[in-house]
T-cell receptor
């Protein structure tokens, strides 16, 4: 069975600074990988996805993620965060039986 | 506007009193799913539906029922709610199961006392 680990429960970053959120997955085959964002009181919104091809994936809101098979990782990055990026971020892995498994989430706080 | 709607958004109830949380999508999606979100556990899948009249258990189905009589609707039923079902519930849909890209509703916060 697949699983996802997000090692950082909470990250605080200054506005304008760079952000990197870590995600490690466990899955025997080629994974389908996703990052979702949940703003306070909202549902989840898809930021980006990786199915195959270029290992550097661009998403919405200026985010990107890099798939590294050798490290079983799919880390999310943003060069310069805005106060509106304060939210909870979830990494997810999709398996061949169409199931999505989510990590526990990382809460991002942005300080002025 | 393409969306997934859930009702109610907030619900406080007592142990054993049957309740239904409705979910509806207007995108003609085949695949629908219910998740519960608990602190430190992320989202866990309760039930999913590949299409009308086709439903299956997710990771945490105990204490829940679902039905899929119409393509747009996928209600979640708690026949006899218990305090351990206090949680934040999300409904999601995607064009097909193989699409993987799921659209989420705004969530229903349920408290069972």
């Amino acid at each position: 069975a697949q699983s996802v680990t997000q090692p950082d429960i909470h990250i605080t970053v200054s506005e304008g600074a760079s952000l990197e959120l870590r995600c490690n997955y466990s899955y025997g085959a080629t994974p389908y990988l996703f990052w979702y964002v949940q703003s306070p009181g909202q549902g989840l919104q898809l930021l980006l996805k990786y199915f195959s091809g270029d290992t550097l994936v661009q998403g919405i809101k200026g985010f990107e993620a890099e798939f590294k098979r050798s490290q079983s990782s799919f880390n999310l990055r943003k060069p310069s965060v805005h106060w509106s990026d304060a939210a909870e971020y979830f990494c997810a892995v999709g398996s061949n039986d169409y199931k999505l498994s989510f990590g526990a989430g990382t809460t991002v706080t942005v300080r002025a | 506007e393409a969306q997934v709607t859930q009702n109610p958004r907030y619900l406080i109830t007592v142990t054993g009193k049957k309740l239904t949380v409705t979910c509806s999508q207007n995108m003609n999606h085949e695949y629908m799913s219910w998740y519960r979100q608990d602190p430190g556990l992320g989202l866990r899948q309760i039930y999913y539906s590949m299409n009308v009249e086709v439903t299956d258990k997710g990771d945490v189905p105990e204490g829940y029922k679902v039905s899929r009589k119409e393509k747009r609707n996928f209600p979640l039923i708690l026949e006899s709610p218990s305090p351990n079902q206090t949680s934040l519930y999300f409904c999601a849909s995607s064009l097909k199961a193989s699409s993987y890209e799921q659209y989420f509703g705004p969530g229903t916060r349920l408290t069972v006392t």
